[in-house]
């Protein structure tokens, strides 16, 4: 089990539900939630949104391939993970579900509180388009790297990638498409 599983559920037990020796208790006030009231706070507030475990693996392998970078730079328009200045380069790391990565089997809309979960993930979806709009317009290429795509034998193919299109300074999709349809 792991440790933030294994929080929530002591947090659960020990602050919410005393005399309960097994998992999490339901809230009375809602009746299907697999938490005890207060206990869905304290599990949202686990979140991070930086030095998450994908962003470091990623982080890690560029490191090791010699690239040199900043992390959560304040000074570009959504604060970017990795920023590559050398190869003027901007790398998001994002979580499929809170990106609302679209056509991926791994992003389904929460089935309680639809109308919050569709306004907020939709708002961040926006964000996301607005700066890295921004970022462009400023001369920074900016490349997206998804949770999904960093999970099992997809992992190592997608880092690979991703250091060529750092160190060659091109979309390596992109050129991959264009000689296609070159006659």
């Known amino acids: 089990m792991n440790k933030a599983r294994a929080g929530v559920q002591w947090y659960a ?3 919410h ?19 005890a009231r207060g206990t869905r706070s304290y599990t949202m507030s686990r979140i991070r949104g930086k ?13 090791a391939r010699g690239f040199r ?4 730079d304040k000074r570009y328009p959504g604060h970017p993970d990795i920023v590559l200045p050398k190869y003027r380069t901007i790398v998001f790391v994002n979580g499929c579900f809170w990106h ?9 809309m929460p089935k309680s ?19 890295h709009e921004q970022l ?15 999970r099992g034998d997809a992992r190592e193919p997608r880092l690979e990638r991703l250091a060529r299109e750092i160190a060659e300074g091109t979309d390596v999709d992109d050129n991959a498409r264009d000689d296609e349809n070159q006659p």
């Open 136 to 150: 462009r317009q400023m001369g920074w290429r900016v490349i997206d790297v998804w949770e999904c795509e960093l």
């Open 113 to 131: 509180n639809v109308e919050f979960w569709t306004a907020k993930l939709t708002r961040n979806r926006d964000r996301d388009r607005r700066q």
């Open 69 to 72: 970078f900043r992390k959560n």
């Open 17 to 35: 539900c005393p005399g309960d020796t097994g998992g999490v208790a339901q809230s009375p006030s809602h009746p299907e939630s697999p938490y």
């Open 100 to 108: 609302m990565h679209e056509g991926c089997e791994s992003f389904h």
């Open 13 to 15: 037990r020990t602050i």
């Open 51 to 63: 030095d998450t475990s994908i962003e470091k693996a990623v982080r890690s392998y560029l490191f």
